[in-house]
């Protein structure tokens, strides 16, 4: 899909609005792209086919280059799957290219950070400022990332009361997914640190000085997603190895009380086995004989099961 915007103003305020056809200062924003729709939107920009293409390798990862005054920026943005009731967290990548007169952005499939641009939800966008737009994105990033950060730790902690009550199979898959998902925003994460740090040292963008205190703005909220990425990886990392230890406990407990249980029934059948062997044996013409081995096993199996209890076998 392509799509074309760009600011007209309305008064005091500027207002983002779709346009047929692409003129100087437009946004570009092609999701899920045709070839067609490439080779249009590099003829009308002049970016090259490898640059629109670049955010379309979901294992792309996040870097800034330029060539002939053709900037591109890619970075990975957060993207929620939903897989029945299941909810995955990922990366995708986005393409955000800038030249003198346009701004094109590049993805698989329509994310929520550029819906809410495209849906008029920022203030103050303008795609005549390309270098302000550029940082919008950047920012409103950031905060989804930190969003969906919080989502992963209020999900884990309810997977963690689940466990409290029952210990199944569900959960720990469900802590296995969760665990994925803080792997791949750490390392997004990390590798959209370094393209925030090339852009403020990037020559080819230029940059005023509310810019530069957005930018600013940007990486303070990018290493705070880092280190709760890290911190919510961490305390994940510790819950799982304590159910594991949990798990392992009562495995061993399970298999101490089988055991005890089996010493304590052989007794009785030994005792009932030497009894009913085909050869003569003291006390068996006894009419009583039946009730004192039963009376006599029970005895030593009460004594035996009494006795582990109070070592604490069982």
């Known amino acids: 899909m392509m799509e074309i915007y760009t600011t007209l103003k309305n008064g005091t305020s500027d207002t983002l609005q779709r346009c047929g056809s692409a003129e100087k200062g437009a946004w570009v924003n092609l999701s899920s792209p045709t070839d067609a729709e490439l080779e249009e939107t590099s003829r009308i920009t002049g970016f090259s086919s490898e640059y629109l293409k670049a955010a379309l390798d979901e294992e792309e990862s996040p870097r800034i280059e330029s060539d002939n005054g053709n900037t591109l920026i890619l970075i990975d943005l957060p993207e929620i799957i939903s897989d029945g009731d299941d909810t995955i967290y990922t990366t995708i990548p986005l393409g955000i290219l800038i030249n003198e007169e346009y701004i094109v952005t590049v993805c698989l499939r329509d994310t929520v950070v550029i819906d809410d641009f495209r849906n008029g939800r920022i203030a103050g966008c303008n795609t005549f400022k390309r270098t302000r737009f550029l940082l919008q994105i950047l920012y409103k990033n950031s905060q989804y990332f930190l969003r969906y950060l919080r989502s992963i730790d209020r999900k884990t902690n309810e997977v963690e009361d ?36 090339k852009i403020m040292k990037f020559r080819q963008i230029r940059m005023y ?7 600013e703005d940007v990486i303070i909220e990018n290493k705070q997603a880092i280190e709760m990425a890290n911190i919510y990886s961490n305390i994940l990392s510790g819950m799982m190895d304590a159910f594991a230890s949990i798990i392992n406990n009562n495995m061993n ?11 304590i029934l052989s007794i009785p059948t030994m005792i009932a086995s030497f009894f009913g062997m085909n050869v003569p044996l003291p006390f068996q013409e006894s009419p009583m004989m039946t009730v004192a081995l039963f009376l ?5 199996a009460l004594a035996l099961g009494l006795y582990m209890l109070k070592k604490e076998f069982i």
């Open 209 to 215: 000085e509310d810019d530069a205190d957005i930018l």
């Open 296 to 300: 006599i096993s029970l005895g030593i």
């Open 162 to 197: 689940s466990l409290h009550k029952s210990m199944k199979n569900k959960e720990l898959i469900e802590l296995l997914g969760i665990e994925k998902s803080l792997v791949y925003f750490s390392t997004s994460l990390k590798a959209n640190e370094v393209v925030l740090e």
């Open 253 to 263: 407990r399970i298999m101490k009380i089988l055991a005890s249980v089996t010493i």
